[in-house]
């Protein structure tokens, strides 16, 4: 079993764990960051690498990739360690308050402190029924790159934010868009499905992809209107964009108080009911609160300098500006 001692210990390498791990090295603290996934972002780097990102201060629009590696960047300076494709499986409590994190292939992490930025944990996406077949031939749930489907058709299947941003993205670049949606109403934000209805994408409303079909890969799809109405579009690609379910996994096992099944409970101090326990992002819980990229940012900067202080007592709440720490030019 291998064993690494840190001062903070990160669970969740999303945007508002990296921004922690940056704010924890700004403090001084030693971390080691622990994600389920292959690489650092989150469902960003997952799902939405080219999204387009519009409410994060200072950015009027930035993509998803562009996004995490900045912030990637950002805490590079301080050497975090990464454990990545590792689940954090349990948590003990030791004397003298120090907290003992083991991963499912037996990593042991001894830390002084811990953040829980797990967003809404461990996603498993929302299969469409009718392309099950067809996972890896056509139809796929996300979209790493748009650039993979100039010039193709593509077939769209959602009415959330994610299903309406990958048509309009893709609208420019794609031979033809068609977008089907089960029901009449979106679930997306109101100036998108504005946009939508403006551009050229195809919208099918009503109607559910009921056939995929082709020979090795996908060439069209069958759309089954609610009237009974059966329409043929052609598809080089059909991304299934129908949401997902999430679960918390061994982390509701540890006896942090969780509410509604998904939200750690916290303080002002982003600290749970487990002293040196905090959580930040979109899996803290709290009256008020805005589930926001810019709002986790806040919550990690929160919970770090509180842990800095718990850490150490001489330390002071404030760390001052980080512009105060930078070199003067000339």
């Known amino acids: 079993m291998t064993s690494i001692d840190c001062d903070l210990a990160i669970i969740g390498a999303g945007p508002v764990g990296l921004f922690a791990a940056y704010y924890a090295g700004f403090r001084g603290l030693r971390t080691v960051v622990i994600d389920s996934l292959p690489e650092p972002g989150g469902q960003i780097s997952a799902m939405y690498p080219e999204k387009p990102i519009f409410d994060v201060a200072g950015f009027p629009s930035v993509k998803g990739r562009d996004l995490v590696a900045g912030l990637v960047e950002q805490a590079a300076r301080f050497d975090p360690v990464y454990l990545l494709e590792r689940n954090a499986k349990t948590l003990e409590v030791v004397a003298g308050g120090s907290l003992v994190i083991t991963t499912d292939d037996g990593v042991e992490v001894s830390a002084k402190a811990l953040v829980i930025s797990a967003g809404i944990g461990t996603f498993t996406p929302r299969p469409l029924a009718a392309g099950m077949d067809w996972l890896g031939r056509g139809v796929s749930y996300f979209v790493p790159e748009l650039d993979v489907h100039r ?67 996908v060439e069209e799809v069958e759309i089954t209107k609610s009237d009974g109405t059966n329409l043929v579009r052609p598809a080089d690609a059909v991304i299934a964009a129908l949401g997902f379910t999430a679960n918390l996994g061994p982390i509701r096992n540890w006896g942090i108080e969780i509410t509604d099944n998904r939200y750690i409970t916290v303080d002002s101090a982003m600290e749970t009911n487990i002293p040196g326990v905090y959580a930040a992002g979109d899996v803290s819980g709290y009256r008020g609160k805005v589930r926001l990229i810019a709002v986790g940012f806040g919550e990690a900067a929160t919970a770090v300098n509180n842990a800095a202080v718990r850490i150490n007592p001489e330390e002071s709440l404030f760390p001052g500006h980080s512009t105060d720490s930078a070199p003067v030019a000339g």
């Not at 993205?169 to 977008?179: N, Y």
């Open 151 to 217: 010039d193709q058709d593509v077939v769209v299947v959602g009415g959330g934010d994610s299903a309406c941003d990958w048509a309009l993205s893709l609208e420019p670049l794609a031979r033809s868009v068609t977008l089907v949606h089960r029901r009449a109403a979106f679930r997306a934000h109101a100036h998108t499905v504005g946009q939508l209805t403006s551009s050229t994408v195809d919208v099918v409303t009503d109607a559910e992809v009921t056939a995929v079909r082709g020979a090795r890969r």
